[in-house]
């Protein structure tokens, strides 16, 4: 089973439509990302969570909402999605700061298309 | 602004050959590199990483290269090997935090 896992894998919505994508974890870690990837601009940080009470914004927050709902959860959420959202969305989770070596862990992304 | 580059989209190398994928910085604060690997319909995954403080990381095939003062790092791969064909990012940290900001990305292929 995958240590990372991300649901729904491909999700097609129509503008104005709130979209919630999640990502599950069996790893134990603390730490929670969730990334876009858009051709052309490789994968921009969206929001990011080192523990349930802790939520930071990342590069490109503005339309998006998270949700740590346990150590293991973290939900992104598109409040009202437009077509420049579409974009393949990745979750990530670490075990500590990366220069501890510690490594973020990645899950298969979630493709979005908003119409 | 794209803070980190991958000027090369692409890259076709022959196997056993070395393949070498560059990437360059803006960002005079970043002190922590990394590069990762992304096969279609998976996540990236983590490859090979070096701090500022060193000029050189091996790990098996896999060496990056620092270059400080031209803000420039580099990946080798030797020898080359089919199953190394995927996309390869770069990404770099600083200011102590744990953002990490990503290049656009190299396809690398390794033909027979």
């Known amino acids: 089973d995958a240590d990372v896992t991300q649901t729904p894998r491909n999700r097609i919505t129509k503008t104005g439509k709130r979209i919630m994508l999640e990502c599950s974890q069996t790893k134990g870690h603390d730490r929670m990302y969730w990334y876009r990837q858009d051709p052309g601009l490789g994968l921009r940080l969206i929001y990011y969570?080192?523990?349930?009470?802790?939520?930071n914004k990342g590069e490109i927050s503005d339309g998006y909402s998270v949700s740590r709902q346990a150590q293991a959860k973290f939900s992104l959420s598109l409040e009202s999605a437009i077509p420049n959202q579409t974009a393949l969305y990745f979750c990530a989770t670490s075990d500590g700061p990366i220069r501890g070596s510690n490594e973020q862990f990645f899950g298969p992304g979630t493709r979005l298309t908003v119409l | 602004d794209q803070q980190v580059k991958q000027n090369s989209p692409s890259l076709s190398v022959q196997e056993g050959r070395i393949s070498i994928l560059n990437c360059d910085y803006t960002n005079s604060m970043f002190d922590y590199f990394l590069w990762y690997k992304k096969y279609p319909a998976e996540g990236p995954t983590f490859l090979i990483s070096i701090s500022s403080i060193k000029d050189k990381n091996e790990d098996g095939r896999f060496t990056v290269f620092l270059n400080k003062s031209a803000k420039h790092l580099s990946l080798h791969i030797v020898p080359s090997q089919p199953g190394d064909s995927a996309v390869y990012f770069c990404a770099a940290s600083g200011d102590n935090t744990d953002k990490l900001i990503f290049g656009t990305g190299t396809r690398l292929q390794v033909f027979p």
């Open positions: 969570s080192f523990d349930v009470k802790d939520i």
